[in-house]
C-alpha cells in the first residue's frame, strides 16, 4: 500500500512540475498592428479667435452676483454683433456711445431731500423738479453700459460719478408738499432711481468701483430708497404698485438678499388677475380716459422689467403668464392696438389718430420682440435704433432705455450666465 502511496505522489509532483513550466512559457500573443503604437494625445482646446484690431472688449464680472438684469452672456452676445458689424445693433451702439459721450461734461444735481411738486398741479414745476435725477440716473446708465460693453474706463468712472453723488448726498425722499397733499414724489423716485440700480448692477461685479464706494450705494438704496419710497407703494393696485415692485425687487437684489429678490418676483402672478382684465384692458390705468394710453404703457413697462429680472435671477417665465382668459400678452396687445386705432378708444373719444412717433410705447414692443419671435416688428419699423425714455428731446422716465442695443435674438432662458 505504501509503494502505491508513494508512486501516486510522485506522479503528482511530475504534473506539478509540468504545469508551472509551461505556465513560465506561456506568452501574451502580440497583435502586430498595435505593437508600435504611440499613447493617444489628448486634443489640443480650440484657441480663441484674436479680436480684431477695433474689437469691443468686455471687462469680465469677478461676481456670479451681477450683473443680472443685463446678464454676462448677453453683454457678450450685443458686443459680437457689434463686432461684427451687424444691424441693427451697431447703430444702436453708436447712438449710445454718442449719448454716453454727451454726459462726459455733466455735473451731477443730486440733492439732500428729493421731491416734486404734483404733475397736475403744474407740470412744468414738476419736470424741472425732477429733471436733475431723471438725467444723472440716465447718464449713470447710458455710461455703465458702455463701460460694460467696451471697457473704456472713462465711462465706467462717469457712471460710478454719478452713482457716488446720489449715494453721498440723498438722506430723504418726502412724498407730501407742506399742506400735507401727495405729490407722486416716492413713484417718480422708484421710477428714476430703478434705472440707477441697473447701472450699478452693470458695476457691482467690476473691480474699477471701489468696495467702499459700492458699499455707500447700498446703504443709500437700503436705509432712504427703499424704505422712503420703494416699498411705500409696492402693493398699490396701479402702475404705483408695479413701479414700487420692480424697484424693491432691483433693491433687493443690489442688496444681494436674493431670497427677498424670489419672495417679491413670486407675488407678480398673483397680482396681475387683479390688474388685467379679460379682453386685455387694464383698469385702473384705462378709467384716466385721454390718458389711460399712456398709462397702460407706463404699467405694462415696470411688468415686463420685473418679468426679465425673474427671468434672469428666479428662473421664471412671467412672459408667458396666463391665468383662464387673462394673460400679458393680451395686454400688451390691447395697448397696440389703440395705439393704433385711437379713434375705436373706449375709454375716451379721440378724433383723429395719434401720429406714430419714436416715444413711448415703441420701447415697450421693441424690448417685447425678444420675447415674443418679432411679433411687434412692424410696429417698432422705422424707429430703431429706439430709446426709452423720452418724449420728445426730453428725458422722461426710465422705460426700456436701451430696447433695440440690447436685443438678443431667439432668447432662452436657462440658469445664468446662459441665456
Request: hydrophobic letters at 35%.
Given at each position: ?10 506522479l ?41 484690431e ?12 451681477f450683473?443680472?438684469f443685463?446678464?454676462?452672456a ?21 447712438k ?12 451731477h ?11 397736475y ?9 425732477k ?20 471697457g ?9 460719478y ?17 399742506d ?24 457691482l ?25 420703494f ?17 424693491t ?37 384705462t ?80 424690448a ?11 410696429f ?11 418724449k ?18 431667439d432668447?432662452k ?5 446662459n441665456?
Amino acid at each position: 500500500m505504501k509503494t502505491i502511496h508513494f508512486y501516486i505522489n510522485l506522479l503528482l509532483i511530475v504534473v506539478l512540475t509540468f504545469s508551472f513550466e509551461s505556465c513560465a512559457e506561456f506568452k501574451v500573443p502580440v497583435i502586430e498592428e498595435y505593437a508600435n503604437a504611440e499613447e493617444p494625445k489628448p486634443e489640443e482646446p480650440e484657441e480663441p479667435e484674436e479680436p480684431g484690431e477695433n474689437d469691443l472688449i468686455i471687462p469680465i464680472s469677478q461676481s456670479t452676483q451681477f450683473p443680472r438684469f443685463h446678464t454676462q452672456a448677453q453683454i457678450e452676445f450685443v458686443a459680437g454683433k457689434i463686432n461684427k458689424k451687424e444691424e441693427p445693433w451697431k447703430s444702436a451702439y453708436n447712438k449710445l456711445i454718442e449719448l454716453a459721450d454727451s454726459y462726459q461734461d455733466r455735473e451731477h444735481e443730486a440733492v439732500e431731500d428729493f421731491h416734486t411738486p404734483a404733475f397736475y398741479g403744474g407740470q412744468d414745476e414738476n419736470i424741472d423738479a425732477k429733471q436733475g435725477l431723471a438725467l444723472d440716473s440716465h447718464a449713470a446708465y447710458a455710461n455703465a453700459l458702455a463701460y460694460a460693453l467696451n471697457g473704456d474706463k472713462k465711462y465706467g468712472n462717469k457712471a460710478i460719478y454719478f452713482l457716488n453723488a446720489w449715494a453721498a448726498i440723498n438722506k430723504t425722499i418726502t412724498e407730501n408738499d407742506k399742506d400735507g397733499n401727495d405729490t407722486g414724489t416716492v413713484l417718480t423716485a422708484a421710477n428714476l432711481i430703478s434705472q440707477m440700480m441697473i447701472a450699478a448692477d452693470l458695476l457691482l461685479g467690476q473691480d474699477i468701483w471701489a468696495a467702499t464706494e459700492k458699499t455707500a450705494f447700498k446703504t443709500w438704496i437700503q436705509s432712504v430708497a427703499l424704505p422712503q419710497s420703494f416699498r411705500l407703494i409696492r402693493t398699490k393696485s396701479n402702475n404705483w404698485g408695479d413701479w414700487g415692485l420692480f424697484a424693491t425687487a432691483m433693491a433687493y437684489h443690489i442688496l444681494e438678499l436674493n431670497d427677498k429678490v424670489k419672495e417679491e418676483l413670486d407675488r407678480i402672478p398673483a397680482r396681475l388677475p387683479k390688474c388685467i382684465s379679460a379682453d386685455g384692458a387694464m383698469p385702473n390705468e384705462t378709467r384716466r380716459e385721454a390718458n389711460g394710453l399712456w398709462y397702460t404703457y407706463y404699467a405694462l413697462t415696470p411688468i415686463t422689467l420685473s418679468a426679465q429680472l425673474a427671468y434672469n435671477t428666479i428662473e421664471t417665465n412671467l412672459f408667458t403668464w396666463q391665468s383662464g382668459e387673462k394673460s400679458l400678452k393680451k395686454a400688451l396687445d390691447y395697448l397696440l392696438y389703440y395705439e393704433l386705432n385711437r379713434t375705436e378708444w373706449p375709454h375716451w373719444t379721440f378724433t383723429t389718430d395719434k401720429v406714430r412717433s419714436k416715444d413711448a410705447p415703441t420701447d415697450l414692443y421693441e424690448a417685447m420682440n425678444d420675447y415674443f419671435d418679432d411679433e411687434y416688428k412692424s410696429f417698432v419699423g422705422s424707429f430703431q435704433p429706439v430709446l426709452g425714455g423720452y418724449k420728445g428731446n426730453r428725458v422722461s422716465h426710465h422705460g426700456w432705455t436701451f430696447a433695440t442695443l440690447m436685443r438678443v435674438t431667439d432668447r432662452k432662458m436657462s440658469k445664468y450666465p446662459n441665456l
